[in-house]
């Protein structure tokens, strides 16, 4: 049996690629350079990657193999192998995950006098209030369940907190049960901050499993408990919509929505104290088998640690704050650009973008411009139309509100909503029903393909025509993400960028024909042959002796088109640099293959989301696009993406140079894969000093 892809096959598993990465988050955790409650964070992501991963990417591969017929790409494995590989590797990262909390953090923590109290440890004073808080906040919430004929085993929801009890005695019936199960309410907090007058330092918690453990025989009244153990179950969290088969899909995704929680078991932790015959009562109940099982020292959601930064409100153990930089709105200065109004009054948005493109750098730029773009033609009577894909926006959005106003002030709006967002789904529904009541026309984008597209079009009168402004960019319209997600965002009026963004929404509006664009390439129609062409083009000219060479930065590779062509291309002797933050499926390095090409990771304070392609073209025409498509199969033929030339010198060098370039020079948050799929961390040769890309942004950005 096949258990891992071996250094001859040219592809890498892309679950297995996944997993790596989630390996390099975890790294973070353990780096003593990184603030440490920064850290306690980093182990916090990674808990909540591993959620995803197996709640949709292993959820997944246990569905393909009901095929037999099914192999994964671009790897051709079959289903059960990779998913006998992916678990030996889980297993291991998750064992990783409670050493760096038990042996690292916690130590380095209790340094710092932020200490989890076990409850070996409690005082008579803690005792006493942990009791008391859990008489008066637990208990009333709790619904012990005892398991007999009247009462099933229950349905548990998808990563809920649950405990398995053991009982000897009788209750009030005079029932000897022997087993209960404990559901812990979501709202309930995972981790306790003990007040001043229960405790002698400044910020001491306990685990809620641990105030449980030791109140739990309240439950019981009459009964002795002789064994309890937290587990906790993750569920198959894919939806299925046959969107030729519904009538209206936001009534079937809800439908869909209500089941999520009770998907298929995938995964099955418990703490490692639980007895063989109580896991494996467990592992009956949900029809699961060894390998699905996770025995883990400490709690059991890792993700809910997250809480502690905030409460031990420690400021000079995280990151030093930072602060974006605002986009300045400047006065009409310049002669010879048309002016539209003799007002001393600071220029519109519209004014600045018509004389010249104008580019963002997330997180390191402010978003507010984009929301003052909108913000401004709603209120603008000389705009007439405003139309935005949204595929992430976030709750309380200014983006929705903004969108609203301009319907309510009598603009055609038209919104593009993915429904189908992972995991913001119930948002987006709410979104746009909002949007709805408010006048707007809402769409929900194609069947069969998410929109995943960001485009802004807002058409303006002036004077004696239209004009059309938009903006693109590679990351999501939500207010949140970017401040922690690097993205570039373009403003433009460039008349072939409008006209195409204008043919693309009406392409999604009304199922129109968008074959015939002029500058923006676009999945599932062009944006995948478009990339290949250039690279074959690259190709070309190292055989014709010219400089070739790419540069591309993306949050994952796997389409096999892109990739064989990229060998082909290193073969030729093409110069290739790939940045990619994730999933890589290509492997370099390989003599005869790819010995052309590297590929670097970055991780470090904010999440690497950039989609920069950079091809050098030897016609003395060098091309740079920006993206929202990775080179990921789903991205370049089952979703609407778009992919955009940056145009303008300035904005050329500045992507060129802040997007790609410095990235390479990176050698504090660099790690470099190796042909057989693992990552080394780059570390500074001798008298080389240490250089962050993130940090010389953030230097750049705040002079």
Not at 73 to 78: E, G, I, K, V
Not at 173 to 202: C, H, W, Y
Not at 578 to 585: A, D, H, N, P, V
Not at 592 to 600: A, F, M
Request: glycine content about 4%.
């Amino acid at each position: 049996m096949q258990t891992e892809a071996t250094p001859d096959t040219p592809y890498i598993n892309r679950e297995r690629s996944l997993l790596e990465f989630n390996r390099r988050v975890l790294a973070q955790a353990k780096n003593p350079e990184i603030p440490l409650l920064e850290r306690l964070k980093f182990l916090c992501i990674s808990s909540s990657n591993m959620d995803e991963f197996f709640e949709v990417r292993l959820a997944s591969l246990y569905e393909l193999r009901n095929d037999p017929a099914a192999r994964t790409q671009p790897d051709n494995m079959d289903p059960q192998d990779v998913i006998d590989m992916l678990s030996e590797v889980a297993h291991d990262l998750v064992k990783d995950q409670y050493h760096t909390l038990n042996n690292i953090l916690i130590p380095d923590l209790e340094k710092e006098n932020i200490r989890f109290l076990r409850r070996n440890r409690w005082t008579d004073q803690q005792k006493e209030w942990i009791r008391e808080y859990f008489i008066q906040s637990l208990q009333p919430v709790m619904s012990p369940m005892g398991l007999d004929p009247s009462h099933p085993f229950p349905r548990l929801l998808n990563k809920s907190l649950n405990f398995i009890v053991s009982l000897e005695g009788k209750d009030a019936f005079g029932r000897s049960n022997g087993l209960a199960i404990v559901q812990v309410p979501r709202s309930l907090p995972r981790i306790i901050k003990l007040p001043p007058e229960a405790t002698d330092g400044p910020n001491d918690f306990v685990f809620l499993s641990s105030v449980l453990h030791s109140n739990v025989s309240n439950l019981f009244p009459g009964m002795t408990v002789t064994g309890c153990h937290q587990f906790r179950l993750t569920r198959n969290t894919n939806l299925f919509i046959d969107e030729e088969e519904v009538d209206d899909i936001m009534s079937a995704l809800q439908g869909e929505l209500t089941s999520r929680q009770y998907g298929g078991a995938i995964r099955l932790e418990v703490s490692d104290q639980c007895p063989k015959n109580m896991y494996e009562y467990l592992l009956d109940q949900f029809d699961m088998n060894n390998d699905q099982l996770y025995m883990v020292n400490g709690p059991v959601n890792l993700h809910r640690l997250n809480a502690v930064p905030d409460l031990a409100k420690r400021p000079d153990l995280l990151f030093a704050p930072y602060s974006p930089r605002q986009l300045s709105i400047k006065k009409k200065k310049q002669a010879g650009f048309k002016l539209f109004s003799r007002s001393k009054q600071p220029e519109s948005l519209f004014e600045q973008i018509q004389r010249k493109d104008i580019l963002l750098h997330h997180p390191y730029d402010s978003f507010t411009p984009v929301i003052e773009f909108l913000q401004q033609a709603a209120k603008d009577p000389n705009v007439l139309a405003i139309r935005m894909t949204l595929y992430r926006t976030g709750e309380k959005s200014a983006i929705i509100d903004a969108l609203e106003k301009a319907a309510r002030n009598g603009k055609e709006v038209t919104a593009v909503v993915e429904l189908r967002a992972r995991f913001d789904e119930d948002n987006n529904i709410i979104q746009a029903n909002r949007l709805q009541d408010a006048g707007v026309n809402v769409v929900y984008g194609v069947v069969g393909y998410k929109t995943h597209a960001k485009m802004i079009l807002v058409v303006r009168r002036e004077e004696d025509q239209l004009r059309q402004y938009v903006h693109l960019g590679t990351g999501n319209y939500h207010h949140i993400t970017t401040r922690f997600y690097t993205d570039f965002g373009l403003f433009s009026a460039n008349p072939s960028m409008g006209r195409d963004v204008s043919k693309i929404f009406q392409q999604l509006t009304s199922l129109g024909d968008t074959n015939n664009l002029l500058v923006l390439l676009q999945s599932p129609f062009t944006l995948q042959p478009g990339m290949v062409k250039r690279i074959q083009r690259e190709a070309e000219n190292a055989r014709l002796g010219k400089s070739a060479r790419i540069i591309a930065k993306m949050n994952g590779l796997q389409e096999q088109g892109i990739i064989d062509a990229l060998y082909e291309a290193s073969q030729a002797g093409v110069k290739i640099d790939l940045i990619i933050r994730g999933i890589c499926s290509l492997r370099p390095g390989i003599p005869g293959l790819s010995e052309n090409i590297t590929v670097t990771s970055i991780i470090g304070r904010f999440l690497e989301h950039h989609r920069v392609y950079y091809f050098e073209n030897t016609d003395g025409n060098p091309e740079l696009f920006c993206s929202s498509a990775d080179w990921m199969r789903r991205n370049l033929f089952s979703r609407v993406e778009t992919c955009f030339p940056i145009l303008d010198k300035n904005n050329f060098q500045q992507v060129y140079t802040e997007g790609l370039a410095i990235y390479l020079d990176d050698n504090v948050g660099a790690w470099i894969l190796q042909p057989d799929g693992s990552y080394l961390k780059r570390e500074p040769q001798q008298d080389e000093p240490p250089f962050s890309a993130q940090d010389w942004l953030i230097e750049k950005y705040s002079s």
